[in-house]
């Protein structure tokens, strides 16, 4: 049986930073992706936003790695040529009534390290955004947006050039410790008569298995987490509109932290974004049963920017995150959950790293940094 280094299952954004930060460092890292190009699932279907850390609690893995990975991901996506654009963003309180919030939110962006944060009044956000409607707003300077499908195929080009093998169309289906080891099943291929199925065994196993972390771990017996999909969907604002939005406009965050809230995202291709909503749903494939009318998108877009209608809206694309907190109603402030970046509780040699949800995009540089180190205590 062949014996590697590194087995990281999943190659969306995570793995694939991952894969090219050990790449670097060890030989034999194989990162295994069941579908057929990299990136394919949560990774690009997002906003697209590297966000600038000021939601999260200070000390959190998301503040720390948000923080961090913004910087990193400016650093990765100018040296390499990803497209990308430092747009800055507004977060709008409505009324009276919400700007004690956003100053909440500005000392603690500062707290998390966030530089470039400015309380903006009526007439500034007016300046800034004249279609949208507020009584102040929080500046943040170093928000920007980054083409997801161009950074996944860049750090994934980058990992397999510095000497990572990318297995795609490959299942990981069935985990076995061995010893100091992990045995790993993978299946290849579409359908049943083309597939093959190879065991290897890996020193080290990291599970970034996005949506499906929690069921790799159970592949180990490991049933501690439970991962709930919680799908986010958004509309195009019809082109004719789109001068009513100049960068990044968001309201005030989902006062259980379910989400950041239906915002509004202007794309490097000059479209405008709205959403994502935010709902639990049953099944982690479903991107399309049920979807909010345009009516709602516009019921919620009319409270920053009256002028928009349901007849400017049109479906878009939508993406599932995978939360750690299951449904039900929560008090305000408890619905935050941290990702988890941790060995497994039984078998050291396996890093899980669970609830990779929004700011994962932005964070990912990072917390590969965070994934290499521990890999390194692993293969010694
Ligand atoms: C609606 C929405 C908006 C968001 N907006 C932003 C944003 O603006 N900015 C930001 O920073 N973050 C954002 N995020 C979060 C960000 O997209 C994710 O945190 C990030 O993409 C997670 O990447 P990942 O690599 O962990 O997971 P994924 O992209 O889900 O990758 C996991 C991969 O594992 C593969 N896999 C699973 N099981 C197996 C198996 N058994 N064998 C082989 N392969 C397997 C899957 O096919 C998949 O490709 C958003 C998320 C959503 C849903």
Not at 157 to 174: E, M, N
Not at 217 to 226: C, F, K, P, S, V
């Amino acid at each position: 049986m062949e014996r590697v280094n590194v087995v990281i299952v999943g190659a969306g954004v995570v793995g694939c930073a991952t894969a090219l930060a050990l790449a670097h460092h060890h030989s034999d890292v194989f990162v295994v992706e069941q579908l057929p190009r990299p990136g394919m699932l949560t990774s690009t279907r997002n906003s697209g936003v590297i966000h600038s850390g000021v939601y999260y609690p200070t000390g959190s893995l998301k503040a720390r790695h948000c923080v961090r990975g913004n910087r990193l991901l400016y650093e990765f996506c100018a040296a390499h040529g990803v497209p990308h654009r430092r747009t800055g963003k507004v977060i709008v309180a409505s009324d009276a009534s919400e700007t004690a919030e956003l100053d909440a939110l500005r000392r603690l962006g500062e707290a998390n390290g966030v530089e470039g944060l400015r309380i903006l009044d009526r007439a500034a956000l007016k300046q800034r955004e004249p279609h949208v409607q507020g009584v102040a707003a929080l500046e943040i300077d170093s928000t920007g947006i980054v083409s997801s499908e161009e950074l996944v195929k860049t750090l994934a080009r980058l990992a397999v050039q510095h000497g990572a093998h990318l297995l795609l169309h490959t299942r990981v289906t069935r985990l076995e410790p061995a010893g100091t080891a992990v045995r790993v099943w993978m299946r290849t291929g579409e359908d049943s008569a083309a597939t093959e199925e190879e065991v290897v065994e890996t020193r080290c196993l990291v599970n970034s298995a996005g949506l499906f972390a929690d069921e790799v771990a159970a592949l180990l017996g490991n049933t501690r987490w439970r991962i709930y999909p919680v799908r986010g969907e958004y509309c195009e604002l019809a082109r004719s509109k789109a001068h009513l939005i100049a960068g990044l406009v968001y309201p005030l965050p989902h006062p259980e932290g379910l989400s950041l809230g239906v915002h509004f995202t202007r794309t490097l291709h000059g479209t405008v974004l709205v959403g994502p909503t935010a709902r639990y749903i049953e099944d982690k494939n479903d991107y399309e049963r049920d979807r909010e009318p345009v009516e709602e998108f516009a019921r919620r877009a009319k409270l920053l920017v009256p002028e928009i209608e349901p007849n400017d809206l049109t479906p878009a694309y939508s993406g599932i995150r995978p939360k750690l907190v299951p449904p039900g109603p929560k008090p305000a402030g408890k619905g935050f959950a941290d990702f988890v970046i941790a060995p497994d509780p039984q078998f050291p040699q396996v890093i899980h790293l669970m609830g990779i949800e929004s700011p994962g995009l932005t964070a990912a540089p990072s917390i590969a940094e965070q994934v290499r180190e521990m890999v390194a205590a692993v293969l010694g």
